[in-house]
């Protein structure tokens, strides 16, 4: 569990940290990862996540409607979020529909979800939901460190202050840690049931539905898809088959 939360902290710290070093970050480069990360991330919830729910022995119907609803809630955070979950830049030079909203709702909300996906990197030994969480690790990771490099720069081109976009950076690394620590304490101590992580469970398979599918299709201008990023799409799907069937 320590090696887990070091890893999530410093996977949101190091994206905060390049944004400082390349404040901006273009180039077809850029988007053609974000493609590989959203397939990547999209594959782990088809292939691992839903049916670890499914096999977990709750009623299907409602694991559905959860998926569903998750998806949903995905949909009203990115209001307050403005999309930085799936690597959506703010430039200085750019005026965005969300620019009213304060630097401190987007890390708020932002954190809500970093949050709610740390507890799916609980020890797989806790529960009956998963039986390897390695490739998931990865897919979390693959979508945070864009998120975090986002959020540094919508913070920073709000808020003026590169110390205070620092302090609501560290807020946002600590989330997922967070996460997976109450998470893995609570079930531990028995204070929450099985039943309860399977509905956590599902709501945030639904939000990487609603990230992922984002990612590789906004991932361009004018909603392009062309034949890089189909094939880069085609390799992260791959990549997460070969990794989920290695690990099983």
Request: proline share 2%; net charge positive; glycine share 6%.
């Amino acid at each position: 569990m320590l090696l887990n939360i070091l890893i999530l902290f410093v996977a949101a710290v190091s994206g905060g940290i390049f944004n400082i070093i390349i404040p901006e970050q273009k180039g077809h480069g850029f988007r053609l990862s974000l493609v590989f990360a959203g397939s990547y991330l999209f594959s782990i919830t088809i292939i691992h996540l839903i049916p670890g729910l499914y096999a977990s022995g709750q009623d299907t119907f409602h694991i559905s409607i959860l998926i569903l609803a998750g998806f949903f809630l995905q949909q009203v955070l990115e209001y307050f979020t403005s999309g930085i979950e799936h690597g959506h830049l703010h430039h200085k030079d750019k005026q965005h529909h969300h620019t009213r909203l304060s630097a401190f709702t987007v890390v708020i909300a932002l954190s809500i979800h970093a949050f709610l996906e740390g507890t799916l990197v609980t020890n797989p030994m806790n529960h009956g939901i998963h039986s390897q969480n390695s490739t998931l690790l990865m897919g979390i990771l693959l979508h945070k460190i864009p998120a975090a490099y986002a959020l540094m720069s919508i913070v920073t081109c709000q808020l003026k202050s590169r110390q205070m976009a620092v302090l609501l950076l560290l807020f946002f690394a600590f989330a997922s840690p967070a996460g997976l620590f109450l998470s893995d304490i609570t079930y531990r101590n028995q204070l929450i049931t099985d039943q309860t992580f399977t509905i956590l469970f599902a709501l945030v398979s639904g939000s990487f539905l609603h990230i992922s599918t984002t990612i590789v299709f906004e991932s361009s201008p004018q909603h392009a898809f062309g034949k890089r990023r189909f094939s880069m799409a085609v390799i992260g799907a791959l990549a997460a088959i070969v990794f989920e069937y290695l690990l099983k």
